[in-house]
Every structure is written in structure tokens, then in C-alpha cells.
């Protein structure tokens, strides 16, 4: 093997393998929460970039049925969820977005209700061609091995089901001269050929044929489903799952006509909201793309309805961490990912089940950040206040010498009681702001500060924290995983052996590469739809929170990584929601529900940054306490600083106390008369 080459070096190799190695890369544990897409009924797989939804949507493919039975290795589903044919297309590989390069019928080239026929037309043929591919690989290579291709397939069987199918009238007379199964193959490729050729500006006309015979969408792929069961060609009781990949690449289908982007969404929605028995429908999608204003049918007033016509699978719900981390799937698949790709690059990874615990440790303890960071200078991670008692200062002042950390969280929890009177009197251990809760709550925030005060850059490491920079994302994972490697890489280059010992790197160097995949991802922002304004709007929130916490010298918002808006204000401007709901649904804020502290009692919203984006605005990604509240003027003026044009006056954001939370509620003066808190 050749050390040198990084594991983590192609971040969508499960997209980009053949079938023998995907079965060696795939881990099962996202199916935890996703066994719906292997039973019947349409299912909507969404999530951010990099969730997991193609790497889902490829254990339906023929070809990897095939090499899980070839290779002895159990499919990832047994028993009546293994019963299906798989099929379907990928908008991006199947050259659908071609579809936005020139008019497609010159007697109507404006006509909005003509085109997406076309669209609709030709997602049917590919599909159908695509099913029949997938009873062949089952037929020839899958029958022994009892997959769902029925042993009595015979090509008599074939042929017959070929005729039967040709004579339905949703081909409206295009196949009628079929007369056996491969011709009727090779009838369908001729028409997606014709499509292809047209769209690529190699043909002056599209084939009158095809413009008189223009299918309805989803009425072909459920004649062949029903013809299929009919005939023999599989059992009744096999599902056919067609998959529809990167629907998200329709709301790019404008090129020449702007309007036409919706309308193709909407004949996909169709086919989904048939409700055909015969057929399920799997639609692979970023979040962005699937939302109420766009789940309408094509050509009527209905629109997709949530469990009647669907059912979700939200990966990042599934994956992100909740408050029981117990129920947090997310560390055991991305230790299965790293496992399986350091072996799939030749490390002997035998017995290794903590592998991602061994090579990245534990991370470094907060005392030993505090101190690294402090270096030889350790005082300057506190910031005395002149009206403080000499022997207080002293204290802290010494204090620092050894435990730069603590001496800042004292500073802390002096300047919280620094308005009542104050005596010479220091405290004793153990020390009031030892206390877990109020140490753990400010831990992040003074670990910022010092680093910021010492002028060093924010250290992050271990196992820990790349799980909780990956914010549930498998893609980020793999992301900071080749950043680490490749920092690792730069430093013991020359000094590589061939063995396949398997690495344990330091701190100093994990943090590197986290820093270069933190900022690869800000980077990132700009490459999908409105993404130049969402970056301005992150670098604005990611500057503006960063000063709040690092002038909060009190420690007193430890939850100010994070923002907050009233329900009431959100839904009263249609122009801050799109922003941040676009934000949300293309992974750049994290968003949650909360319960307000404020006595009225009204429903609020949280965001926060993207925890991967956490370094490169050197603000700790732990959500800690009450996030910063805002009004809708406030959230308006950050908008105005980048340039958005939003209605209503500005208002500049302020230091201050959440409504509703003191500054340290029940809390007495800085010193009481025995030197510890009253």
C-alpha cells in the first residue's frame, strides 16, 4: 500500500465505485431510521449535501443486490423488505438538466403547458428502459441466487410480457408494432437516443413521432409494473422501487425560460401523487428543493399532502444529535465509515473497534488548552479590574501562573458580583466557580477568550469534537477526516514506512486540518443557488456573535453563539424567513425550537452557524444556556449591512441581558464574609 495517499482523499467514493466496492464501504447503521424506504408507498429521502441519500438510494440498484450475493455478504434488509426490483433515474447523470439548453417544440417554443410534457415524456421512457435493465441483470445473474427476478422468466415469458406491454394505450400507438422483448428494448433507447441528440444541439427537430406521442408522466412505469406481475415476469408480492436522484437539479432546469424550472418539479410531483399501487416512488432531494411552495401536480391546483401522498425520511433529523445523546446514531456510523475506509486503503484495521477513538484520542483536556494557549504568559489570560482589592488581584494573578482557566472563570464570577461592596478576603477552595454546572456552561466561551487574548487560534481535536463539528453530516465527517490526514500527511512524509500500521495523530496536527476544513466549508457556501448573499449574511452573524461573546467579560451568555426570534416576528416578514429558512435547508444555520424565558411566553426559533463552520469564526460550537434574542429590526439592520433590501428600520445590536434572564439569577455579592458564594 501506499502510505501517501490519503483515505479520505475522494469524499463520494460510495457515488463514484463500482457495486463490489461499494459493498465493502457501505454501513448499514443509517438504516436505523430508514427502513421505510424498503416498504411499499412513495417516500421523499432529504437532507443537506452529503447526508447520505445517494449512498441510501444505490442499495436499490440491481447491481448492488447482485454484489452483496456474489460476495457471500448479507444485504443490509432481509425478508420482505429484500423483495423488490429497483429503478430509476439520476437527474444529473442522466443528462435531464440538458433540458434547459433550447426550446423543445418550435410550434409552441413559449408554451409552458406544451414543454414539461416533453420533461415528463422522456423521465418516462428512461425509467422503463431502466426497469427492463434491472430484470435482466436479475434474470441472468440474480436467479440463482433467489433475488426477485421469478425462475419461470423465461424469454418466451419476456416476449409475451413485451407484446402485452406494447398494446397499452398510454404509448399511444408508438409501440404498436412491437413483436418481442428485444425489440421493444431497443424501440425505448431509440427514443431516449432522439431525445439526447436533440437536447445536445446535434439534430435540427426532435422526431414528429414524438411529439404525437407524448406520454403522461408516471402511467407508462405503472403499465409495466402491473404487465410485469401479469405475465410472471415477477411475483406479486415483489415490489418495484424507482428511485428519482437529485431532484434538486430541477430547480436549476431554467436555462432559457425561467419559468419552467417549477413546472418540471411539478411533473415529478405527479407521478408521485398518483398514488399507483403498482409502483413506489423514491425521491432523493436537498432540503432546499422540497418544500410547500413547490410540491404542487402539474397542470391542476392539487399539490402533494405529507402521508397521504408521501412519507419523509429526514436524514439530518435522523443524524443530528439530540438532547439524550444516547439515541445519537450518528458516532457509530461515522466510526464505521472511517474503519471501512482506512481498510478499503489497505491499513490493517483487524480488531480495531475504537479506531477512530484510537487515532484521534481524546482531545486535549480544557486546562491543557487554557495553558497552551497562555504559553509563557499565562497572566494574559485575565483581565484585572482596577477597583478590585490588592490581595484579590494577587489571587488572580497567581492564580494564573498555574491554572490559567480557572483564574479566567474567577475573573468571571468576580465580575458578576462586582457591583455590591467587596472585602481583601480571596476564596478558598473548592472554589464557588468550580462548580459543574457553572463551569461547564462557560467552559467554551472562556476557552475563546483566552485563546483570543493570547492571541493564539482555537484548538480543536479528538474524537469528540470531530463528531460534533460533523454536526450529524457524514459528508463534513469525511471532509475533516481528509483535512486531519492530509495535515498528518505534511508532516511525516519523508518518514513513511510500508507497513500498515495505522497512525495516531497529535492534537497540534488534527487541529490544523480542522481548521482548513472549516474553512473549505465557509468557502462552500457560495457554490449553490443565492449562495453570495447566504455567505455575506453567515461572515456577518459569524463576526457579530464572535465580538458578543468575546466582550462579554462576565462570561454572563455563554449561549450567545446562537440567536433567537419570536415566531410572531418571523412570520411577519416573507423576506428574513426565506433567508433564514434558505440558510437552514442548505446546511449554513442549524435551527431548532425553544422555550422562551420571556413572561409572554411566545414560541421562538433558535439558529445557530453550521457547528463545521465553528473555527473559522473562532466561536465555540457548543449550544450552551439561552442563545442571544433579537427583534426582527435588529435581524433587518444585518441584512441592510449586506446589502439585502428589507423593509422597517434598523436597529443596532447591543451588548446585553436576554429578556427574562438575569445576569446571574439568586446570585449575592462578590465576596461574602467567608470569601465563598452566599
Request: net charge neutral; glycine share 8%.
Amino acid at each position: 500500500m501506499d502510505k501517501r495517499i490519503n483515505p479520505f482523499n475522494e469524499l463520494y467514493l460510495t457515488e463514484t465505485i463500482g457495486s463490489t466496492e461499494f459493498v465493502r464501504l457501505f454501513s448499514p447503521y443509517i438504516l436505523k431510521n430508514a427502513e421505510a424506504l424498503f416498504l411499499p408507498g412513495n417516500v421523499v429521502l432529504q437532507g443537506v449535501q452529503g447526508s447520505g441519500k445517494s449512498m441510501l438510494l444505490n442499495l436499490l440498484k440491481p447491481e448492488v443486490r447482485l454484489a452483496y450475493a456474489q460476495a457471500n455478504e448479507r444485504f443490509p434488509v432481509s425478508g420482505r423488505l429484500s423483495r423488490f426490483i429497483g429503478a430509476g433515474i439520476n437527474l444529473t447523470r442522466s443528462r435531464s438538466i440538458d433540458f434547459g439548453q433550447r426550446p423543445i417544440d418550435p410550434n409552441h417554443p413559449n408554451d409552458h403547458n406544451i414543454v414539461p410534457l416533453y420533461f415528463g415524456d422522456f423521465l418516462n421512457y428512461w425509467i422503463v428502459f431502466d426497469v427492463l435493465k434491472s430484470v435482466d441483470l436479475l434474470g441472468e445473474g440474480g436467479r440463482h441466487l433467489k433475488l426477485d427476478v421469478s425462475p419461470d422468466a423465461s424469454l418466451d415469458t419476456l416476449n409475451t410480457f413485451a407484446i402485452a406491454l406494447a398494446q397499452d394505450d398510454c404509448w399511444f400507438g408508438y409501440l404498436r408494432d412491437i413483436r418481442d422483448y428485444k425489440s421493444l428494448k431497443e424501440r425505448l433507447s431509440s427514443r431516449i437516443t432522439h431525445y439526447l441528440t436533440f437536447l445536445n444541439f446535434n439534430s435540427q427537430y426532435l422526431d414528429a413521432a414524438i411529439a404525437e406521442t407524448k406520454t403522461s408522466v408516471g402511467s407508462p412505469v405503472s403499465s409495466v409494473a402491473e404487465h410485469l406481475r401479469k405475465t410472471g415476469v415477477i411475483e406479486e408480492d415483489v415490489e418495484l422501487f424507482v428511485r428519482i436522484d437529485q431532484y434538486e437539479e430541477l430547480t436549476r432546469l431554467e436555462g432559457l425560460y425561467k419559468q419552467l424550472g417549477p413546472l418540471y418539479r411539478q411533473v415529478v410531483n405527479k407521478a408521485v401523487g398518483l398514488r399507483d399501487p403498482h409502483v413506489s416512488y423514491r425521491i432523493g432531494t436537498r432540503r432546499y428543493a422540497w418544500n410547500a411552495d413547490g410540491l404542487q401536480f402539474f397542470g391542476t391546483t392539487g399539490q402533494l399532502e405529507e402521508d397521504r401522498n408521501y412519507k419523509t425520511i429526514d436524514l439530518d433529523e435522523i443524524l443530528r444529535r439530540k438532547e439524550n445523546a444516547k439515541t445519537w446514531v450518528f458516532p457509530d456510523f461515522a466510526g464505521d465509515v472511517f474503519r471501512k475506509r482506512l481498510a478499503f486503503s489497505g491499513y490493517n484495521c483487524e480488531g480495531r473497534n475504537a479506531l477512530l477513538r484510537d487515532v484521534l484520542g481524546k482531545g486535549m483536556e480544557p486546562d491543557d488548552k487554557a495553558r497552551g494557549y497562555a504559553g509563557k504568559a499565562p497572566v494574559r489570560a485575565i483581565k484585572l479590574d482596577e477597583s478590585w482589592p490588592v490581595s484579590w488581584k494577587g489571587f488572580l494573578t497567581n492564580l494564573a501562573q498555574t491554572d490559567p482557566l480557572s483564574a479566567r472563570l474567577a475573573e468571571a464570577w468576580a465580575r458578576q458580583r462586582s457591583k455590591a461592596s467587596v472585602t481583601n478576603t480571596v476564596p478558598e477552595p473548592p472554589y464557588p466557580w468550580s462548580r459543574s454546572y457553572w463551569r461547564k456552561e462557560r467552559l467554551d466561551q472562556a476557552l475563546m477568550q483566552i485563546a483570543s487574548r493570547c492571541g493564539q487560534r482555537m484548538i480543536w481535536s479528538g474524537r469528540e469534537e470531530v463528531l460534533q463539528l460533523s454536526g450529524g453530516n457524514i459528508l463534513v465527517f469525511v471532509s475533516l477526516c481528509q483535512h486531519i490526514w492530509g495535515a498528518w500527511l505534511r508532516t511525516v512524509r519523508d518518514r513513511l514506512s510500508d507497513d500498515t500500521a495505522i497512525p495516531i495523530i497529535e492534537e497540534s496536527v488534527q487541529s490544523v486540518g480542522i481548521h482548513e476544513a472549516s474553512t473549505h466549508w465557509y468557502q462552500k457556501i457560495t457554490e449553490d443557488a443565492r449562495g453570495d448573499t447566504r455567505q455575506r449574511f453567515v461572515r456577518y452573524v459569524g463576526a457579530l456573535l464572535e465580538k458578543q461573546m468575546f466582550d462579554d467579560l462576565p462570561l454572563s451568555y455563554p449561549g450567545h453563539n446562537g440567536f433567537s426570534l419570536s415566531l410572531d416576528d418571523l412570520e411577519g416578514d416573507a423576506v428574513v424567513a426565506q433567508l433564514l429558512n434558505d440558510s437552514v435547508a442548505h446546511g449554513d444555520l442549524f435551527d431548532a425550537p425553544h422555550t422562551t424565558k420571556e413572561k409572554n411566553r411566545k414560541p421562538r426559533r433558535k439558529w445557530y452557524l453550521n457547528p463545521v463552520l465553528a473555527p473559522h469564526f473562532r466561536l465555540p460550537h457548543v449550544r450552551t444556556k439561552e442563545p442571544m434574542y433579537i427583534s426582527l429590526d435588529e435581524i433587518r439592520g444585518w441584512m441592510r449591512e449586506i446589502g439585502i433590501a428589507v423593509g422597517g428600520p434598523a436597529t443596532t445590536v447591543r451588548n446585553r441581558s436576554n429578556k427574562g434572564e438575569a445576569l446571574d439569577p439568586g446570585q449575592a455579592s462578590l465576596f461574602g464574609e467567608d470569601g465563598r458564594q452566599s
